[in-house]
Structures are given as structure tokens and as C-alpha cells.
């Protein structure tokens, strides 16, 4: 008998209306899969929907706030009720703030964590309180080179990403003592070019950008879906983000000099902040932003180090084959000597 065709995963994304998470689900739309799309703003979910439908998979809006976490539990049971299990649940939705610590208020630094914190925290709870009994799903968190290297300016979310690090080691360790088979994974990214920088939040006087050239965000969304199909605890994706945790490691004292020095400037553009700029701590930014920022012209398209990280095996024959005929040359040479 042929092999039947595996029916499509059923996938949830939250963040889904923009950034990383829109391309996520663009990502996984081409399997054709289910997706349920959780993100605040209508105008984004609508396009992020037509996305999946465009390619032959099937959407289901919920637009909620995932620092609810009533909101992400009321969101699950629907998208299980109308697209079935859920095979996959992916944490990309944040929030974040451009300012010094100092500056910013008790309040808002409470929402960066709750949206970028807790919201995995809600997302991840309920994704395994339907996938254990099952015993079997995928969660993948998405972190950042931040959750080992904090940067000026951005406490809030680099806090929260390590907190999400934190988090990830304990639950690996309590699933893993449970012998289960569902899998919890967390990419961490480098700079990428999304939305983000025309609508987080800030008190600097000129618009935010990527403190060095960012990675489109079709890169990021390829680890991601690679992370939520084989079982690896974490993938580092990207040069910038394996210097910035190594350097943290090798010389982390250093490093605090280097970006006192360098992090205030290099994370403003020139431009200065309009009077009439929105941000979307509290409330979403109307209209369809896409995945994509104003970034494009100096982003990275493609990541030779997550192929690397993806095919270690052929990475491993390559170099054990260089290995070899560079052996079998020098032999060469000094047998002609």
C-alpha cells in the first residue's frame, strides 16, 4: 500500500499579526497546515489569515493579548474545537520598550513582562495542558542573543528573555523526568528587521533601530519551524548572536565598558522621533505591517551558520573529508621532498 498523506498540523503562532510571527505563519502555510493566529491587532490578523488561505492552509483568527492568560486559555480551547488538536504552539509575541531604566514607569516595565515573559509562560501552560495528556506536541519559545547578553536601554525585554531561559531549563528537566515525549525547544535570534523599531516604545530622541544589520525575518522563521520538528533544546541563529553570548562568557566585564559606550548611539537612528509616533505597549498600532521593517536594504537574506546548525552531520563529513585531503596532500608533499 502507498503511503498515506499525513493530514496537516494544526499550529498555533501568537504575535501572529506581524514581525517574526507573520512570518512564521507564512512559513508554516506552506504545509499547508492549520494555524490559529493570536495577536492583538484585527488589521494584522486579517492579512496574516489571507496569508495561510493563499497558500492552502486553513486560519482561525483570536485575537487576544497573551499577557491574559484566561485570554491565550479561551483562545486554545477554540482553536481546538475548530481546527483539532494542536500539534504545535509557537511563543513569538513580545513587547518592548527604548529608554533608560530610570525613565521608565513600574507600569510599563510590568507590561514588557507580562507580554514577553509571561506570555510564553501562559502560552507554553497552555499548550502542554492539551498536548501532555496526549503525549505528544511541539513548543517552541523564541529568544533572543539578549537572554545572555543584556544590552543598555532595553532592561525590561532583556530581562525577560533571560527569564524565559531560566524557564526553559526547568521545564526540559521536569518534562524530561516525566519521561514525555512532548518536545520544548527556544531559538534565540540575532537583530531582526520587523515592525518593531516603528512601534516600540521609546523616550530616546531619535527613532530606534538594530544595534548592527539585522536578518530578514523569513531566516528566523525557518529556525523556528526547524525547531518545532526535531528535538533540539535550543538553535542560535546567526553570527552576531553566537559573538554576543561567547563574548559575554570570555569577557563580560569588557563587554559592559564596550556597550556603555557604544549602545545608546548605536541603537537611534538619525532621524528623530515624530511628535506623532505610536507605540503598541498598551494598545496596537493600526494597519497591516507586515513582517517586514524599513530595514531592507542592509538586512541579511540568507544565515550559513543555521545551515551549519541544521546539517551538522554534512558540516562534520565536509570537514572530516578537508581534513583528509589537506592529510593526504602535505603526505604528498614531503614525499616529493
Known amino acids: 500500500m502507498k503511503n498515506q498523506p499525513s493530514k496537516p498540523p494544526v499550529v498555533v503562532v501568537t504575535g501572529a499579526s506581524a514581525g517574526v510571527g507573520r512570518a512564521v505563519v507564512r512559513r508554516f502555510a506552506q504545509d499547508k ?11 494584522g490578523l486579517d492579512g496574516a489569515k489571507r496569508d495561510v488561505e493563499a497558500a492552502g492552509g486553513e486560519a482561525l483568527i483570536c485575537s487576544c493579548d497573551v499577557a491574559d492568560y484566561a485570554a491565550v486559555e479561551a483562545a486554545a480551547d477554540k482553536i481546538e474545537r475548530e481546527l483539532g488538536p494542536i500539534d504545535i504552539w509557537i511563543n513569538a509575541a513580545f513587547a518592548g520598550i527604548l529608554a533608560p531604566f530610570t525613565d521608565v514607569t513600574m507600569e510599563d516595565y510590568e507590561r514588557v513582562t507580562r507580554v514577553t515573559y509571561l506570555g510564553q509562560v501562559h502560552g507554553t501552560r ?16 523564541v529568544g533572543s542573543a539578549l537572554a545572555y547578553r543584556g544590552i543598555p536601554l532595553q532592561s ?13 531549563d526547568s521545564l526540559r528537566c521536569e518534562l524530561l523526568h516525566m519521561k514525555s515525549n512532548v518536545h520544548v525547544s527556544m ?8 515592525p518593531q523599531f516603528d512601534w516600540i516604545k521609546t523616550d530616546m530622541p531619535k527613532k530606534p533601530k538594530p544595534a548592527s544589520p539585522p536578518y530578514q525575518p523569513e531566516i528566523p522563521a525557518e529556525a523556528i519551524h526547524y525547531a518545532a520538528h526535531h528535538r533540539r533544546k535550543e538553535i542560535k541563529l546567526g553570527w552576531p548572536t553566537i559573538e554576543a553570548i561567547w563574548g559575554d562568557r570570555l569577557a563580560s566585564p569588557l563587554l559592559d565598558r564596550y556597550l556603555a559606550a557604544t549602545g545608546y548611539k548605536g541603537q537611534q537612528d538619525k532621524e528623530p522621533v515624530s511628535p506623532e509616533r505610536q507605540d503598541n505597549l498598551w494598545q496596537p498600532v493600526p494597519g497591516d505591517r507586515g513582517a517586514h521593517g524599513r530595514f531592507d536594504a542592509i538586512s541579511h537574506t540568507r544565515s550559513p551558520q543555521l545551515w551549519l546548525t541544521t546539517h551538522r552531520m554534512q558540516a562534520a563529513l565536509g570537514a572530516a573529508l578537508a581534513l583528509a585531503a589537506g592529510g593526504l596532500a602535505w603526505l604528498g608533499s614531503r614525499r616529493a621532498a
Open 156 to 168: 525590561a525585554y532583556c530581562g525577560a528573555k533571560h527569564a524565559i531561559q531560566g524557564f526553559l
Open 187 to 194: 531559538v534565540q535570534l540575532p537583530g531582526v528587521n520587523t
Open 126 to 141: 497552555a499548550a502542554l495542558d492539551r498536548m501532555l495528556p496526549r503525549d505528544k506536541g511541539s513548543v517552541v519559545l
Open 33 to 43: 497546515a492549520k494555524i490559529g493566529l493570536i495577536a492583538r491587532g484585527m488589521d
